[in-house]
């Protein structure tokens, strides 16, 4: 079954505005990362969390990780319109697992000018 | 630019065709890794190597055969496949995830239509 599940699919926004994604998966992991993706581009790493972490920031980047509700979030505070783009979350479980990650379905963030 | 390079960026292959894709990373990683994105769907690991070996095979169909001849390059030899193997393949190298360098960084990827 599909680990990380991205909600909202789409959210839609104005500048300066924040915008929050949320990530649930269903088995235990080692980390949580989270990319983003431009139109039919490759993926960026955005930032990774432990699962003996519960937040980590990075510029505008914020991401918390509950692992007893098995979920974290992506807050983009004052969000730009160059922020518009599709975020996934992605999972990996550590052990005999390492080096494979699965990814959600990813949340699609436009940024309104 | 992530480090990570993908030829060509655009394929279009009749079915009885066989091309290779080739991805190659510049930052000295141990990791290499094949993606499949089908429009609608979540991104699906396909093959991992580390160290030139093959560390997972994600029950890939045999029309995709990888290659990895050392720890920059990483091809996926097509032959016959069919117009729903069109999608985005993308390519990723991390460093070495024993020691905790999970980070994958991905090359634009190679958008392949299958006709």
């Known amino acids: 079954s599909q680990q990380g599940e991205e909600d909202p699919q789409a959210l839609s926004i104005q500048e300066g505005e924040n915008a929050t994604m949320n990530c649930s998966y269903k088995?235990?992991?080692?980390?949580l990362q989270w990319y983003r993706q431009n139109s039919g581009r490759g993926l960026v790493h955005l930032i990774l969390?432990?699962?003996?972490?519960r937040e980590k920031h990075s510029g505008r980047l914020r991401v918390t990780l509950d692992t007893s509700k098995k979920s974290s979030s992506l807050l983009i505070t004052a969000s730009r319109a160059a922020d518009t783009a599709s975020y996934f979350c992605?999972?990996?479980?550590?052990?005999?697992?390492?080096?494979?990650?699965?990814f959600g379905q990813g949340t699609i963030l436009t940024v309104h000018p | 630019e992530t480090g990570v390079t993908q030829t060509p960026r655009h394929l279009v292959m009749g079915m009885t065709n066989k091309k290779s894709l080739k991805c190659e990373q510049h930052?000295?990683?141990?990791?290499m890794y094949w993606y499949k994105q089908s429009a609608k769907k979540p991104l699906e690991l396909m093959f991992v190597?580390?160290?030139?070996?093959?560390?997972e095979n994600n029950s890939v169909p045999s029309r995709f055969s990888p290659e990895c001849p050392n720890s920059s390059h990483l091809f996926l030899h097509l032959h016959t496949l069919q117009p729903e193997d069109s999608a985005l393949y993308l390519c990723?190298?991390?460093?070495?995830?024993?020691?905790?360098?999970?980070?994958?960084?991905f090359g634009p990827g190679t958008r392949l239509l299958v006709l």
């Open positions: 990723a190298s991390s460093q070495d995830w024993l020691a905790g360098k999970e980070t994958q960084y």
């Open positions: 969390i432990r699962s003996n972490e």
């Open positions: 930052l000295g990683h141990n990791a």
């Open positions: 190597y580390n160290f030139k070996e093959q560390t």
């Open positions: 992605a999972t990996a479980a550590g052990g005999t697992s390492y080096g494979k990650l699965t």
């Open positions: 088995t235990s992991i080692n980390n």
